[in-house]
């Protein structure tokens, strides 16, 4: 952590006042921002606002990293802005066509953020995102969206978004750390599930849990036996390369272990993995 006195000297090198970020030295709990925007279509003013809710607590500085993006996938604009206290208000001046925001990209800072928006924006993000902070908790969204309308709406679960945003991610593996894209291919525990649906049925959880993850693996079995013969080599190593190889060789098989048409040769890929094993 950086100490009270170095902030006067990052203050002094930088030329900035970093009085009101001393406050988070001071300020208990993690803060709760709330974001909402607006469009105007006639002017092509889109705006957004920030508020931290907490206004009876000590005012914090808060960089706000963002991208707005196209409907091509393409970033549009990206910024850094300061929330400075309890309000902010920023607006980009005529733009074609409303934009998708990702906020507080990089982890950039540590707060919770409510910012109602819909499960196709989120969709969005997840497949065009380069940022991995961004793109794994609007697929994280995603898939819990997904599994509350499934649990809570008696809806019957729509799969092809999640699969598409799958499908894509491991098409674009290349592209990817190895151990992040192992990430991205998780699905939310059941841990995670009770906690946000403040359900604690685990049995009921594990079986709308486990219908997605059956779908997934049926849809995919091309890509995850792929993904799994490209990795099942590695080497008894610690660096990054190596770990990452590891995962994504564990996930596919976790995913081929679920999958209907793979129930026969699933016991011997298992089997020879353990026989390998590093």
Same mark, same amino acid.
């Given at each position: 952590a950086v100490f009270r006195a170095k902030f006067l000297f990052l203050?002094? +090198?930088?030329?900035?006042?970093?009085? +009101? !970020?001393?406050? %988070?030295?001071?300020?208990?709990?993690?803060?709760? @921002?709330?974001?909402? #925007?607006? %469009?105007?279509e006639v002017?092509?003013?889109?705006? @957004?606002?920030?508020?931290?809710?907490?206004?009876?607590? @000590?005012?914090?500085?808060?960089?706000?990293?963002?991208?707005?993006?196209?409907?091509?996938?393409? $970033?549009?604009?990206?910024?850094?802005? #300061?929330?400075?206290?309890?309000f902010l208000e920023h607006t980009w001046n005529q733009l074609k066509e409303k934009p998708i925001l990702s906020p507080f990209r990089r982890f950039s800072s540590p707060i919770k953020l409510s910012f109602p928006r819909n499960v196709s924006e989120l969709s969005f993000l997840a497949k065009y995102e380069k940022d991995g902070f961004s793109k794994f908790f609007a697929l994280q969204e995603v898939v819990l969206y997904e599994l509350n309308q499934m649990f809570f709406g008696n809806l019957k679960m729509d799969f092809e978004p999640i699969i598409t945003i799958f499908r894509e991610?491991?098409?674009?593996?290349?592209?990817?750390?190895?151990?992040?894209?192992?990430?991205?291919?998780?699905?939310?525990?059941?841990?995670?599930?009770?906690?946000? !649906?403040? @359900? !604690?049925?685990? +049995?009921?959880?594990?079986? $709308?849990?486990?219908?997605?993850?059956?779908?997934?693996?049926?849809?995919? $079995?091309?890509? !995850?036996? #792929?993904?799994?013969?490209?990795?099942f080599k590695s080497l008894a190593s610690q660096n990054r390369e190596q770990i990452g190889k590891r995962k994504l060789k564990n996930t596919a098989l976790y995913y081929l272990f679920h999958a209907e048409n793979m129930k026969d040769k699933i016991g011997d890929m298992a089997l020879r993995q353990q026989t390998d094993a590093n």
């Open positions: 203050g002094f +090198v930088s030329g900035k006042d970093l009085k +009101v !970020f001393r406050n %988070w030295y001071d300020r208990k709990g993690t803060p709760n @921002i709330t974001m909402s #925007e607006k %469009w105007d002017s092509g003013n889109y705006t @957004i606002q920030l508020r931290d809710i907490e206004e009876n607590q @000590i005012p914090l500085h808060y960089p706000v990293e963002l991208a707005l993006f196209d409907s091509s996938g393409s $970033i549009i604009a990206e910024e850094v802005l #300061e929330l400075k206290g309890h991610n491991l098409r674009n593996r290349d592209s990817l750390p190895k151990d992040f894209l192992s990430y991205l291919l998780a699905l939310p525990g059941l841990n995670q599930l009770a906690e946000k !649906f403040q @359900i !604690f049925n685990f +049995v009921e959880l594990e079986k $709308i849990r486990k219908t997605l993850l059956i779908n997934i693996a049926n849809n995919l $079995i091309t890509e !995850f036996q #792929e993904l799994y013969a490209e990795n």
